[in-house]
């Protein structure tokens, strides 16, 4: 069974910076995909970034391009989000879920499931 936890949130100022970590675990197959979404307060969903296992692509949503890297450590049994120059606008929780694949120019959040426990990110004015 895939499992998924997410840690690493927190309270930051503008311009700061915050490290989410997605611990993974269970996955019997090669081809899948690690992706990170966020929920703000009333608006909907958004697929961040992903990652994929197959060929190490990223994926990264406009709005977060240039400012948010995501990685795997050697083994895949973490993916981080390391997310600099934050802005109040990237406040929301922040969730990692898994997926049969995403490629540089797309991710399939429709296909993503096994959602770990979010994490609060606080980004302050």
């Known amino acids: 069974e895939v499992q998924l936890v997410a840690s690493g949130g927190g309270l930051v100022q503008a311009g700061g910076s915050l490290r989410l970590s997605c611990a993974a675990s269970?996955?019997?197959?090669?081809?899948?995909?690690i992706g990170w979404f966020r929920q703000a307060p009333g608006k909907a969903r958004e697929g961040v970034s992903c990652?994929?296992?197959?060929?190490?692509?990223?994926y990264y949503a406009d709005s977060v391009k240039g400012r948010f890297t995501i990685a795997s450590d050697d083994a895949w049994n973490t993916v981080y989000l390391q997310m600099n120059n934050l802005k109040p606008e990237d406040t929301a929780v922040y969730y990692c879920?898994?997926?049969?694949?995403?490629?540089?120019?797309?991710?399939?959040?429709?296909?993503?499931?096994?959602w770990g426990r979010g994490t609060q990110d606080t980004v302050s004015s």
């Open positions: 990652i994929s296992h197959s060929d190490g692509s990223t």
């Open positions: 879920a898994a997926g049969s694949w995403c490629s540089g120019s797309h991710y399939p959040e429709m296909t993503f499931g096994s």
């Open positions: 269970g996955f019997t197959f090669d081809d899948y995909a």
